[in-house]
């Protein structure tokens, strides 16, 4: 159960790494990242005590297509065909606060100098948030490997935290990408041809049905909890506006007006905040959608397999049948059952760990939640009382 | 305003107090008829301090620091005002009478002043010397014949005919003073038309009091200060004392002891430097207590016929003590085109005077056809209901305004049972089509006058105002985009719930499940909760700021009469100049059968001028009035309803902080 607790930690900073990482014998953390341009640098630390490692603690940069190899060529190593394969961190996008940020000094003209400071200063500590979250993303990625009992082991993934220059990794060119959309197009139809096979075991049956709706409806709450934050983003940047008009109103006015709307300004960073443990929900939300997927990933790579055992199985009959080729059909056929079964077993297990994962992480999130929104409530509650009280006074 | 002194010179101070004086007569008379020996008794108290002034060496005035001065007869107010206090109806009326002693010594105070800084000082000296024992009889014979409340008109042409004689021999020490001489000119030179007419006569005395505000704080010279602030207990606390009184003619007296009675007070306490801003907040709070005795209410908001000639009447419920209705609590039906009209009225008859007329909700062709068409959608309902609440908050402004309550034809809105129909207010009729050319010439003629503002005060005030309508503008913007975006907020986070709870139902773990689907609960009352917050945004704030700029455009609107009327002066000015001309070359050409001719005219423009100017000064002063009533009024509804706003954010701060309590139970309890 090591990884339980990590992706719940996913969303709370650094200082909660340490715990996910209870298993001492490699822990891993990304404790700068540096921007340039598109690309993003990642440092990633390492404290180990494995011997498979040669030094016991040490840095390498990283850049996030090498997460992407990574990621790769785990998903296209058989072995790891029954495991639940972390979800690759996406791409680091800066260009919302960017373009923003391109905007707004664009509109500078327009507004006065407090509320352009204002502004920047929003933008600039939405930036920080957009990359803190790509660092986390990328981290978490590396933490799920490092924690798992059969990726820690793997040698891409040694090796990618051991070579100590840039990796430098090939992007994919596009004939690559072409390919890999193919094989997405060619996956996706060969999953709704095999999704006509039937299960033969029942908890993989069950688990399929609930993968495939559940995958569906958090994909909907997420994008309906990422709506629900952008329109609280912009009551939050509503009331930054409205609190800039204010203060423009109260700088030209006459005393007793003056105090009245100086003090209504205040009230405008609750709901920046209140935005901000939305996110959370949200970003929880799209994690397990990425997560989710990965399962499905299982569950078709299970099916596939039973897919092809069970033409093992007809080729065997009809060898059989024909009296030939019999040896090469069962050995086909055993391999086949061999593989399936496998992945059967493996499947099951990280499947129930994927359960008692998310539950958990559910629950340490809901509450997170929760409690920050009582304390932006409780703090906005008493910034409002106290506005009303200095209105009051005089 | 400089211009103005040299051509019609402000008349003498010492002008007002007859008036003052009998401005209290007549109230004395309003209340008891018999309160004439009352009068008697503290009348010699009234004359002498004149005296003592004169007695005292006029030298002592001119080579004193001039505070001493001041400080003089406020002591004897100060003495005098314990002595008749012991009986009540004594001291209702024998305050003002010591007021007026001040007056008419702070006017002469005041006259030496000027002289010391511009000229010999011997002028003044007779002129104080020459002029109070005309006061002082003039007073005395008031008082004998206050028994008859107009007989002393005589007097008062007297003291018309010093004016003049004063005055051109006073320079113009400085700006201020002035607007409080020509203040109380105006005053005078209206008196007589309206003498009958306590309202106006009141409204015309309440100018004064805040005119002499600005002087005070501005820069002028700390001696004038002194003498202004005193000068100004008096004036506001006649115009307290009026405010009751007058328009009340036949109010119990009892009501008029109480307020009377705190004025000397307020007198007193404003002695001191501070005086004037303290004396007119008070005044402003007695004014604004008188006010709050009127209740209205529109509700009920009610179809009236079917199709396009549907229209929507409201009810308008009236609960009041003021005596000048007929009842205490009364109701009428109202349409919309009703306040248009009863708005086209007021503003024909007040704005040109210069007053700030509260302007109704505008018309809405589309929101009233979706009404007159719809059947019951919710965005009709929410636009009746915004109208009902912006109508009544209309009448209220109309109600709180003293000047426009005691209107006729607000009288007459709120009581009278049918109403003519208003038929100037329909968009497309006729009418409307002649008041939009009106409105364009208008801005036309706006374009073309330039007037170069001599007063600071007004010009500052416009530039304000300009600032202040436009910072409105964007901060409606704002709260409109923020009602927007929470109503998407609330949108989005109803969806968000219906999503999670399908997330909940498709969920195995039961735990998590139910949490998730409580969290669906909490979500859609949220939802509700920025519903609410939404509508409150709305109404208590978006709401208030379209109202204030559409009374910042009537603010706009008065200056724009001052400026007309200051146009007209100076036209007439300019035609006088003109006739001046004509009258020299008929000199110089010697053709004396029409020099009498042009003198006529030279006379009847020179009347024109001086009738202009005091139009002008008058309206002015309105103006001064009005906004800085305006502008108190406006903090006062700003910080009311920004506490209220405020108020329902932290009840939903609340509901939320209840809401996400009652659901972390149930997040810890997913295991």
């Not at chain 1, 935290?161 to 890999?180: I, P, S």
């Not at chain 2, 207990?233 to 009892?254: I, W, Y």
């Not at chain 2, 529109?298 to 009236?318: F, H, I, L, Q, W």
């Amino acid at each position: 159960m090591t990884s339980i607790s990590e992706d719940s930690d996913k969303e709370k900073v650094r200082s909660v790494s340490v715990d996910l990482n209870n298993d001492a014998s490699l822990v891993i953390d990304i404790p700068d990242a540096l921007c340039e341009r598109d690309k993003v640098k990642f440092t990633i630390h390492i404290k180990t005590t494995l011997s498979s490692f040669q030094k016991s603690e040490f840095s390498v940069p990283r850049q996030h297509e090498d997460f992407i190899w990574l990621h790769d060529t785990i998903v296209e190593t058989e072995e790891y065909a029954g495991l639940i394969i972390p979800p690759a961190p996406p791409k680091p996008d800066f260009e919302g606060p960017r373009e923003k940020m391109h905007k707004l000094g664009e509109g500078e003209s327009s507004m006065t100098k407090e509320e352009y400071a204002k502004m920047k200063q929003e933008l600039e500590a939405e930036y920080l948030a957009v990359f803190k979250k790509t660092v986390q993303v990328h981290e978490v990625f590396l933490q799920r490997l490092s924690s798992h009992p059969m990726f820690r082991k793997d040698r891409n993934f040694q090796i990618f935290l051991e070579y100590d220059q840039d990796l430098t990794v090939r992007r994919k060119n596009a004939k690559e990408m072409f390919g890999g959309f193919f094989k997405n197009m060619v996956k996706s139809a060969d999953e709704v041809l095999i999704s006509g096979v039937k299960e033969v075991d029942e908890f993989f049956e069950q688990e399929k049905i609930f993968l495939l709706d559940y995958s569906s409806k958090i994909k909907d709450a997420t994008a309906k909890a990422e709506k629900m934050t952008r329109s609280h983003k912009n009551v939050a940047d509503d009331y930054n506006h409205i609190s800039g008009a204010m203060n423009s109103i109260a700088a030209d006015n006459n005393t007793a007006f003056k105090k009245t709307i100086s003090v209504c300004v205040l009230q405008k960073l609750e709901d920046r905040v209140a935005s901000d443990q939305e996110l959370k929900l949200t970003e929880l939300l799209r994690y397990y959608t990425r997560d989710i997927q990965a399962a499905k990933d299982l569950l078709y790579r299970r099916a596939r397999a039973l897919a092809d055992y069970e033409n093992s199985n007809k080729t065997l009959d009809k060898a059989r049948l024909k009296g030939k080729d019999i040896a090469q059909a069962e050995e086909n056929q055993k391999q086949c059952l061999r593989k399936f079964d496998k992945l059967s077993e493996s499947g099951k297990k990280e499947l129930t760990s994927f359960k008692a994962r998310r539950v958990v992480a559910f629950r340490k999130n809901l509450i997170e939640m929760t409690e920050l929104e009582i304390k932006h409530a409780k703090n906005s509650m008493s910034l409002l009382q106290g506005s009303i009280e200095i209105l009051n006074s005089n | 305003m400089a211009a103005s002194s040299e051509r019609s010179p402000p008349p003498f101070p010492d002008s007002e107090e007859p008036e003052l004086l009998e401005d209290s007569d007549e109230g004395a008379d309003a209340f008891t008829g018999t309160s004439i020996s009352e009068m008697d008794s503290p009348s010699p108290d009234s004359t002498r301090p004149p005296k003592d002034i004169f007695n005292e060496p006029p030298e002592d005035i001119f080579s004193d620091p001039l505070s001493n001065i001041n400080s003089e007869p406020q002591k004897k107010v100060d003495t005098k005002i314990p002595s008749p206090s012991s009986d009540e109806a004594v001291d209702l009326f024998s305050e003002p009478l010591d007021d007026d002693s001040e007056v008419m010594s702070s006017p002469e105070v005041q006259n030496p002043m000027p002289d010391l800084l511009n000229e010999p000082v011997e002028a003044p000296k007779s002129d104080v010397l020459g002029e109070p024992p005309v006061n002082n009889s003039s007073s005395s014979v008031k008082k004998a014949v206050s028994a008859e409340l107009f007989g002393d008109d005589e007097d008062e042409e007297d003291l018309f005919k010093e004016t003049p004689k004063v005055v051109t021999k006073k320079p113009q020490p400085s700006g201020p003073p002035v607007d409080v001489f020509t203040e109380v000119k105006s005053d005078v030179k209206v008196k007589p038309q309206v003498k009958d007419d306590p309202t106006d006569l009141f409204t015309e005395e309440a100018l004064t009091a805040p005119a002499q505000k600005p002087p005070a704080s501005s820069s002028s010279s700390s001696r004038t200060n002194g003498v202004h602030s005193e000068e100004q207990d008096l004036f506001s606390e006649a115009t307290v004392e009026l405010s009751l009184d007058s328009p009340l003619n036949d109010r119990k007296k009892k009501d008029a002891v109480k307020p009377s009675l705190s004025a000397p007070a307020a007198s007193v306490a404003s002695s001191s430097s501070k005086a004037p801003s303290k004396t007119l907040e008070e005044l402003e709070e007695e004014e604004s207590e008188d006010k709050f005795d009127l209740n209205i209410s529109v509700t009920n908001p009610e179809k009236v016929g079917d199709g396009m000639n549907a229209y929507m009447a409201y009810k308008v419920s009236t609960q009041t003590s003021l005596t000048m209705f007929r009842s205490k609590t009364f109701t009428v039906r109202r349409r919309f085109s009703d306040f248009l009209g009863l708005y086209e009225k007021l503003s024909e008859k007040h704005s040109q005077n210069g007053y700030i007329v509260p302007p109704p909700p505008e018309k809405s062709i589309l929101g009233m056809t979706k009404v007159k068409v719809g059947k019951e959608d919710p965005s009709s309902a929410e636009f009746v209901e915004r109208r009902r609440a912006a109508l009544e908050r209309y009448l209220q402004r109309v109600v709180s305004h003293p000047s426009l309550l005691q209107d006729p034809d607000v009288r007459e809105f709120l009581e009278k049972e049918e109403l003519p129909r208003a038929v100037s207010t329909q968009a497309l009729s006729g009418a409307g089509f002649l008041k939009m050319l009106n409105k364009a010439t208008d801005a036309v003629s706006k374009m073309t006058i330039k007037m170069n503002e001599q007063d600071v005060w007004f010009d500052e005030k416009i530039q304000d105002v300009e600032n202040e309508e436009q910072h409105m503008r964007k901060l409606h913007v704002m709260v409109e985009s923020l009602v927007n975006h929470r109503k998407e907020l609330s949108g989005n986070t109803a969806v968000f719930a219906k999503s999670v709870a399908m997330l909940g139902s498709s969920e195995d773990n039961t735990a998590l499940s139910r949490a998730l689907s409580q969290l669906a609960e909490v979500e859609d009352r949220i939802e509700q909760l920025h519903q609410e917050q939404a509508s409150n945004d709305f109404f208590t704030f978006s709401e208030l700021l379209a109202d204030y700029i559409r009374l910042l455009g009537a603010v706009k609107g008065c200056f724009d009469q001052r400026m007309k009327a200051w146009q007209r002066w100076q036209d007439a000015e300019n035609m006088l100049q003109k006739k001046r001309e004509a009258e020299a070359k008929l000199l110089w050409a010697n053709k004396p059968d029409k020099l009498q001719q042009a003198k006529d005219e030279i006379a009847e423009w020179e009347a024109k001028v001086t009738q202009y100017e005091r139009e002008f000064e008058r309206i002015s002063a309105t103006v001064r009035k009005e906004v800085i009533r305006f502008d108190k009024e406006k903090a006062r509804d700003f910080k009311r309803q920004i506490v209220k706003y405020l108020e329902s954010l932290l009840n939903s701060q609340q509901q939320l902080i209840k809401y996400w309590e009652a659901f972390l139970p149930e997040a810890k309890a997913i295991a």
